[in-house]
């Protein structure tokens, strides 16, 4: 409601609600409720505490033992998975298969998976645990590129998922530097390829 008061000819007014809180109709909080908001704010960062402390630990345990890390992963044999590499700090561990593997030309294309024991972003900001990437390495020029990944909420590519597919005539390719991972994964992708060919 609004309400309108003459004072000195001039007139002015304010919602019925706004004059009861200009008039000090609410009062401050009481000290009762500061408590409870200080206690509430203590527990907070006591518990964002514990869980970066938590996070510490598991960090320091993956870095001492990549592998044990890696043992807590399903394997996924009915997909033909192969374990293939593990950061020295536990942050990642890799996976492909023959799996699909197809060959055309000196163009080999593979199916990889990447594992991780923290959340990772997606080019699109979501988080996931696992992915999987249909990539295409040309094993004359030394090249890859990725035409597909899939996201996974979760580890062992399961939860839900979302993906990104690149147009082939607008991706490019990437050098493969030697003595990488993306090094190891195209030397044995090239040489799976050479073997089928036979």
Known sequence: ??????????????????????????????????????????????????????????????????????????????????????????????????????????????WLRQEYPEPQRSNSGDLYFSNVEKMEYDCVKERGRPMLVIYFTENNISGAQQSEENDPKQTGWDAIVPGTQADSIYQWACAVGAAKKR
């Open 1 to 110: 409601m609004w309400l309108k008061k003459k004072n000195n000819g001039a007139a002015y007014g304010c919602l019925a609600i706004s004059c009861f809180l200009l008039a000090g109709g609410v009062s401050a909080q009481t000290p009762e409720q500061e408590k409870l908001w200080e206690a509430q704010r203590l527990q907070r960062q006591a518990d964002e505490k514990a869980k970066a402390e938590q996070i510490l630990r598991q960090r320091e345990a993956r870095k001492a033992d990549p592998m044990a890390w890696v043992k807590t992963l399903n394997p996924l044999v009915e997909g033909g998975w192969q374990f293939r590499a593990v950061a020295p700090d536990g942050s990642w561990a890799a996976f492909s298969t023959e799996h699909q593997l197809k060959r055309s030309g000196h163009v080999v294309t593979v």
